[in-house]
């Protein structure tokens, strides 16, 4: 199991320019896990490709029920107290400590194209790439 952003599912599901990496990242480990915020941000991604990239409607509901399907129910909530701790000690946004949050309390890594988030978080956060090398 991984825990995985928003970037990896959008990566994956709407097939744009990582769409390849995170297929690999897919057949490396295909248990995604994520914290409940990540349906309002991958939202937030469809609206941002119907407005700006001409995506339909119709398609972006089609893209979002993929990513349902790829998380597959594992959504958890996380301790608000452990996310504001981890944003306050690295500076990264409060959603972003979402994820992070959650892959230290499951104890597996996060995998991310944030460079910000691998940077703060070295021990729990891993690039697509290294993620792939490693399986």
């Given at each position: 199991?991984?825990?995985?952003?928003?970037?990896?599912?959008?990566?994956?599901?709407i097939r744009n320019e990582g769409a390849e990496?995170?297929?690999?990242?897919?057949?490396?480990?295909?248990?995604?896990?994520?914290?409940?915020?990540?349906?309002?941000?991958?939202?937030?991604?469809?609206?941002?490709?119907?407005?700006?990239?001409?995506?339909?409607?119709?398609?972006?509901?089609?893209?979002?029920?993929?990513?349902?399907?790829?998380?597959?129910?594992?959504?958890?909530?996380?301790?608000?107290?452990?996310?504001?701790?981890?944003?306050?000690?690295?500076?990264?946004?409060?959603?972003?400590?979402?994820?992070?949050?959650?892959?230290?309390?499951?104890?597996?890594?996060?995998?991310?194209?944030?460079?910000?988030?691998?940077?703060?978080?070295?021990?729990?956060?891993?690039?697509?790439?290294?993620?792939?090398?490693?399986?």
């Open positions: 199991m991984i825990v995985a952003d928003t970037s990896l599912i959008a990566c994956l599901a990496l995170a297929s690999a990242v897919c057949a490396a480990d295909p248990v995604w896990a994520a914290p409940v915020l990540w349906r309002s941000e991958f939202r937030h991604a469809l609206m941002k490709y119907v407005h700006g990239a001409g995506m339909s409607l119709n398609e972006a509901m089609r893209v979002l029920q993929l990513a349902e399907e790829i998380v597959g129910g594992r959504e958890y909530q996380v301790s608000s107290d452990r996310v504001l701790a981890l944003a306050a000690r690295s500076g990264c946004t409060g959603y972003d400590c979402e994820y992070v949050a959650l892959a230290q309390d499951l104890g597996v890594p996060l995998v991310t194209a944030d460079p910000q988030i691998l940077k703060a978080f070295p021990r729990t956060a891993v690039s697509m790439e290294k993620f792939v090398r490693k399986k």
